[in-house]
T-cell receptor, first 113, second 112 residues
Framework: AQSVAQPEDQVNVAEGNPLTVKCTYS??????LFWYVQYPNRGLQFLLK????DNLVKGSYGFEAEFNKSQTSFHLKKPSALVSDSALYFC???????????WGAGTKLIIKP | DSGVTQTPKHLITATGQRVTLRCSPR?????VYWYQQSLDQGLQFLIQ???????AKGNILERFSAQQFPDLHSELNLSSLELGDSALYFC???????????FGQGTRLTVV
């Protein structure tokens, strides 16, 4: 069965430091992977996706994600965190059988000044 | 602005009542998804429509139903409401089943 895991409920990073939000997945075919961000009392916003091609995917707001097939991971990264990056981040993988997105539980990212 | 419009933004209603949530997808998007987000349960997929037809069902209660109209807007009907139905309800749309989805701002439902 397809699944996605975000092993950390919360990640704390000091402003200006690099950040990583982890995501691992399990799919039977080729993975289609997504990252979304949710600010308080707002809908989810699409950040980036991996379909095929380069393992390093660049997205919105300076975020990027690294696809690692051998480790079945798709970690979200940013070289220098901003306080405004504080939000809830969701990883998702597409289920090939019905094209549904399977969502991780979300990781709360807190950036401290 | 994602281009997905949800109304109303907030809704307060009593237990046992019925409400309708409305979603207008982005122009050109054929797929509409409904999600429920509770404080302690993350994002729960409810149902998906594609070009007017039900495409997939998730954890949707029998008290809940949805439809997508010929103009592609969608409505989610919640009936016999219980306190536990209080949550944020999101609508999302996408061009097709294999592209990224764009979310509306959500409807915050409070059942009292």
């Amino acid at each position: 069965a397809q699944s996605v895991a975000q092993p950390e409920d919360q990640v704390n990073v000091a402003e200006g430091n690099p950040l990583t939000v982890k995501c691992t997945y399990s799919v039977s075919g080729n993975p289609y992977l997504f990252w979304y961000v949710q600010y308080p009392n707002r809908g989810l916003q699409f950040l980036l996706k991996y379909i095929t091609g380069d393992n390093l995917v660049k997205g919105s707001y300076g975020f990027e994600a690294e696809f690692n097939k051998s480790q079945t991971s798709f970690h979200l990264k940013k070289p220098s965190a901003l306080v405004s990056d504080s939000a809830l981040y969701f990883c998702a993988v597409r289920d090939d059988s019905n094209y549904q997105l399977i969502w991780g539980a979300g990781t709360k990212l807190i950036i401290k000044p | 602005d994602s281009g997905v419009t949800q109304t109303p933004k907030h809704l307060i209603t009593a237990t046992g009542q019925r409400v309708t949530l409305r979603c207008s997808p982005r122009s050109g998007d054929l797929s509409v998804y409904w999600y429920q987000q509770s404080l302690d349960q993350g994002l729960q997929f409810l149902i998906q429509y594609y070009n007017g037809e039900e495409r997939a069902k998730g954890n949707i209660l029998e008290r809940f139903s949805a439809q997508q109209f010929p103009d592609l807007h969608s409505e989610l009907n919640l009936s016999s409401l219980e306190l536990g139905d209080s949550a944020l309800y999101f609508c999302a749309s996408s061009r097709a089943g294999n592209t990224e989805a764009f979310f509306g701002q959500g409807t915050r439902l409070t059942v009292v």
